[in-house]
């Protein structure tokens, strides 16, 4: 449930509409008019409020829930919930709960406010903008409409923002088109110069860095993540695609639409990552890897240089097929019990 210090709730609202934002069939034997005054978990919900059930995890929660309806996805499985709590079926509940909580909690995530900030005269600022203090927008630099912009954000010369993006505090923004409806967390830094040197034995010449980063509609990036440009041609973060806190993107690389990536990941330099890719916690990708679409990486996995198939799901290090990889952890597990009763004996 979210603390209302932060987030304003705009509920409530009736269950029909509640059903009809998520994009499900109310049930015949709900009342429409039953008022939904809010959006929790099943462990926190209470009798004016929605929760949703997803996958198992939440089966097992869904018998002790005190809400007044649950969305259950059909991954919970033959789920019943108590008496007192109405039961709508879904094919996806995280995608239900997801468009109730917009309805619920819109455009809450960063806390900007409008006041006086320093604005190049050649800038283009588009209407109902909202610069918060100490934002710096740059020369030749364009904000869309609708886009909201935190607390000493710096927008470099050149920068094209869109439409109804949110931009956190701290936020550094060069060298980089920036599509609609982008949301980019406090802390992070777009467009730094790559990590490029040309090396010998008199040290490391730095390359300069020209290129640019491209960040496509519908991209999520988190707090004090680093994308940085390319060297010659672009980095590219492709629509919808959703990167965690603290993850680093390397110079060229190309990132696919709907890819999801999850903190403290690590992207080298001129890799091409397909469609609806998936990175888990610290996985770390050498330069030059190319990945096809729907691949999964397990946390902490390590992909070496060369090509990876589509669709598959990946795991240690180097990378590979996961079925491999954990006969492999588990032939290891054997053999070490077995020289212990050796050594033992």
């Known amino acids: 449930m979210a603390d209302p210090r932060f987030f304003k709730n705009h509920g409530p609202f009736a269950l029909r509409d509640v059903c009809h934002l998520a994009g499900v069939a109310i049930p015949a034997i709900a009342d429409g008019n ?9 462990d926190t919900a209470g009798r004016g409020d ?39 079926p879904c094919e996806s509940a995280t995608q239900a709960i997801a468009s109730v909580l917009e309805a619920f909690y819109p455009q809450n995530g960063l806390g900007v406010r409008a006041q006086a900030t320093h604005i190049d005269p050649s800038a283009s600022i588009g209407k109902d903008v909202t610069l918060a203090p100490g934002v710096v927008v740059g020369e030749g630099a364009e ?35 920036v599509g609609d409806n982008v949301w980019i967390l406090s802390g992070a830094q777009i467009g730094s110069p790559g990590f490029g040197f040309a090396s010998s034995r008199g040290g490391h010449l730095k390359i300069p860095q020209v290129g640019r980063v491209i960040i496509q509609d519908k991209v999520e990036i988190g707090a004090c993540t680093t994308i940085d440009r390319g060297m010659l041609g672009d980095t590219i973060i492709g629509e919808g695609t959703k990167i965690d806190n603290l993850v680093q993107v390397g110079h060229n690389t ?37 990945i096809g679409d729907g691949a999964r ?4 996995s390590g992909v070496y240089p060369g090509t990876l198939a589509g669709n598959q799901d990946y795991g240690g290090v180097p990378a590979r097929p996961v079925k491999q990889w954990l006969r492999e952890v588990a032939m290891i597990n054997k ?3 077995a020289r212990k009763k050796d050594f033992d004996g």
């Open 254 to 290: 190309r990132i696919g639409r709907h890819c999801i990536i999850v903190s403290q990941v690590g992207i080298s330099g001129s890799c091409e990552i397909g469609d609806f890719v998936i990175f888990g916690g610290q996985a770390g990708v050498a330069d030059h890897v190319k």
């Open 335 to 337: 053999l070490g019990k």
């Open 143 to 177: 904000v869309g409409p609708g886009t909201k912009i935190g607390v000493n954000t710096f927008i470099g010369h050149g920068v094209a923002i869109g439409r109804d993006c949110e931009i956190g505090a701290n936020v550094a923004i060069q060298c980089a088109l």
């Open 50 to 88: 929605i929760a949703f059930c997803a996958g198992r995890e939440g089966a097992c929660l869904l018998t002790a829930t005190r809400a007044a309806a649950c969305f259950i996805g059909k991954d919970a499985g033959r789920v019943v919930p108590p008496s007192g709590t109405l039961a709508i």
């Open 34 to 42: 039953l008022t939904i005054s809010d959006v929790a978990t099943l």
């Open 297 to 300: 990486f397990a946390g902490r």
